[in-house]
């Protein structure tokens, strides 16, 4: 069975606009009501999670409101900027796959949505033995991959893709985001359909380029929208 309150955020690399998805994911859907929270696994390049402290920016969170929230929401956060198996090495860190889902399961308890951002990529290494696509198959959670739209996106998403199925992950769908102001219209649109003709994944739709936090809510509102009707199918 599939976990249905929680889903993880994945991206095609590091860099691609996990955060700011999810950041405007979860604003979106406590806007129809639901009581949303984020959570990121294991946070790298300094002592406090610096994207939990961006979704704040749209997710008002007062972390007086359940005791251990804060760490709750970011089990791991490690100042040295690299992957999580590497970061943990260097700080003699342990990364536990039991702490992480604990944590999950609490938030779970309390949250009509977890929303989790992944660090970098599906297949980056949480520890000696575990990638994160690994860590979302023993919590049996759907994911949302976030596919950075440039050049190669296609031969990134694609592969992103087939590592998940080959674990039985579910992907729930799939945003494209505009990482860049500048770019070939014919490549970018193309990347989109062909992505779609060959994943068999729904594309919730593409966030374009924004110049802040207001455009970005506005621009983001009909993926939101795409995945809340997701959502709200899946658990009626
Ligand atoms: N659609 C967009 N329009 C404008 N800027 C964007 C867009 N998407 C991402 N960015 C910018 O690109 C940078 C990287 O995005 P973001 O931090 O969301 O990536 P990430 O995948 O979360 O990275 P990490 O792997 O470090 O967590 C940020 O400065 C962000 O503001
Ligand atoms: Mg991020």
Redesign the pocket.
């Known amino acids: 069975m599939t976990r249905t309150r929680s889903i993880l955020i994945t ?1 095609t ?10 950041r405007h994911l979860a604003v979106y859907l406590q806007s129809r009501g639901l009581n949303v929270i984020t959570q990121k696994w294991v946070q790298t ?1 300094c002592a406090e999670s610096d ?1 939990i402290r ?1 979704h704040n920016l749209t997710l008002p969170v007062f972390e007086a409101q359940m005791p251990n929230l804060k760490e709750l929401r970011c089990p791991y956060s490690l100042p040295y900027a690299a992957s999580p198996h590497l970061a943990a090495k260097s700080h003699g860190v342990e990364i536990k796959a039991a702490r992480i889902e604990e944590a999950l399961i609490t938030l779970e308890r309390h949250f009509d949505v977890v929303l989790v ?1 992944g ?2 990529g599906a297949l980056v290494p949480l520890n000696e033995e575990m990638l994160m696509a690994d860590m979302a198959a023993r919590l049996k959670m759907p994911v949302l991959i ?1 596919a950075g739209n440039r050049l190669g996106a296609i031969n990134h998403t694609l592969l992103t893709v087939e590592a998940l199925a080959g674990r039985s992950i579910r992907v729930g769908g799939l945003i494209f ?3 860049a102001n500048l770019g070939d219209e014919t490549i970018l649109s193309d990347n989109i359909s062909v992505i779609s003709q060959f994943s068999n994944v729904p594309v919730l739709g593409e ?5 802040g936090p207001e455009e ?1 809510q506005v621009r983001f509102a009909p993926i939101g929208a795409a995945f809340y009707r997701l959502w709200r199918e899946e658990h009626q």
């Open positions: 991206g690399d590091t860099g691609v606009g996990k955060t700011i998805i999810c390049g994207d961006e951002e660090s970098g976030v985001n505009r990482i966030m374009p380029f924004v110049t970005a």
